[in-house]
């Protein structure tokens, strides 16, 4: 089973930017639709972006469009979350799993984007 594990949370002020990293225990190459996901207290989990194994289709949720970017590099059994202009609503754990058929959850990255 493969293992996931989100790294590069963090206390931002609004506008302000973050790198998320998520690293795989075994290769991701296989798994076509991988995107990270986000959980604010009293919320249900919603994806926030997506990208299929070769990078051909990337998809976000308006809520974050244009200003988060999504990538993975398949080699090295990670994918990564670029996020910019961050602003409070964003304030959350985020993680990352297969969009279909998920894996075993890990535990996530705090995301706080506070004055």
């Known amino acids: 089973q493969v293992q996931l594990v989100e790294s590069g949370g963090g206390l931002v002020q609004p506008g302000g930017s973050l790198n998320l990293s998520c690293a795989a225990s075994?290769?991701?190459?296989?798994?076509?639709?991988m995107g990270w996901f986000r959980q604010a207290p009293g919320k249900q989990r919603e994806l926030v972006a997506a990208?299929?194994?070769?990078?051909?289709?990337?998809n976000y949720a308006d809520s974050v469009k244009g200003r988060f970017t999504i990538s993975r590099d398949n080699a090295k059994k990670m994918m990564f979350l670029r996020m910019n202009d961050l602003k409070p609503e964003d304030s959350a754990v985020y993680y990352c799993?297969?969009?279909?058929?998920?894996?075993?959850w890990g535990q996530g990255t705090q995301v706080t984007v506070s004055s």
């Open positions: 990208i299929t194994s070769g990078g051909g289709t990337i």
């Open positions: 075994a290769s991701i190459f296989s798994v076509n639709y």
């Open positions: 799993n297969a969009v279909i058929s998920a894996l075993t």
